[in-house]
T-cell receptor, first 112, second 114 residues
Framework: QKEVEQNSGPLSVPEGAIASLNCTYS??????FFWYRQYSGKSPELIMF????GDKEDGRFTAQLNKASQYVSLLIRDSQPSDSATYLC????????????FGKGTHLIIQP | SAVISQKPSRDICQRGTSLTIQCQVD?????MFWYRQQPGQSLTLIAT?????????ESGFVIDKFPISRPNLTFSTLTVSNMSPEDSSIYLC???????????FGAGSRLTVL
């Protein structure tokens, strides 16, 4: 059974601080990991994907993967009120060629 | 990344009827996927739409309830058959390629079944 676990939150972070979002997964066969942002009433928007152990940075976002611990995280630096959304962690085996298993999402609130 | 268009964007349907959702991609993609997002929940994969062959369904989803077509590499449809209020949900289409790392989503189709 493939499962992706996230704390549903809400996670409240002051503006300008670092928001840390965490995710664990059960399927050791998972190879690809994705972070999506979803605003209320909108479809998910891909923020980052990561395949290799370690860190991957893109602007204010850093994804971290530890396959040994089956743990993925997303750090958002200099958090802005516009970052307030639900963040969905997802995994699959085959990258773009495979459907995704999603976590329930973490509701992030950035307080001005 | 591919741009995905879905229609209808929303609909209100009567119990027992069926509705077909269309998904159009602006470029050829190897894989297309259909997801359901029930109110307040995350996304659940319904099936993978395979071009030229039957769709591959996830556990808990069956072809009779959710027939899928994939006539070419840019288009797919999902039909929600014999609808009940429990089918009220957002249905989302996604596409991707084995060579591309990005899986983008359509805007979704919000179904309300009365």
């Amino acid at each position: 059974q493939k499962e992706v676990e996230q704390n549903s939150g809400p996670l409240s972070v002051p503006e300008g601080a670092i928001a840390s979002l965490n995710c664990t997964y059960s399927d050791r066969g998972s190879q690809s990991f994705f972070w999506y942002r979803q605003y209320s009433g909108k479809s998910p928007e891909l923020i980052m994907f990561i395949y290799s152990n370690g860190d991957k940075e893109d602007g204010r976002f850093t994804a971290q993967l530890n396959k040994a611990s089956q743990y993925v995280s997303l750090l958002i630096r200099d958090s802005q009120p516009s970052d307030s959304a639900t963040y969905l962690c997802a995994s699959n085996v085959g990258g773009g060629a495979d459907g995704l298993t999603f976590g329930k999402g973490t509701h992030l609130i950035i307080q001005p | 990344s591919a741009v995905i268009s879905q229609k209808p964007s929303r609909d209100i349907c009567q119990r027992g009827t069926s509705l077909t959702i269309q998904c159009q991609v602006d470029s050829q993609v190897t894989m297309m996927f259909w997801y359901r997002q029930q109110p307040g929940q995350s996304l659940t994969l319904i099936a993978t739409a395979n071009q030229g062959s039957e769709a591959t369904y996830e556990s808990g989803f069956v072809i009779d309830k959710f027939p899928i077509s994939r006539p070419n590499l840019t288009f797919s449809t999902l039909t929600v058959s014999n609808m009940s209020p429990e089918d009220s949900s957002i249905y989302l289409c996604s596409g991707g390629d084995s060579g591309a790392n990005v899986l983008t989503f359509g805007a979704g189709s919000r179904l309300t079944v009365l």
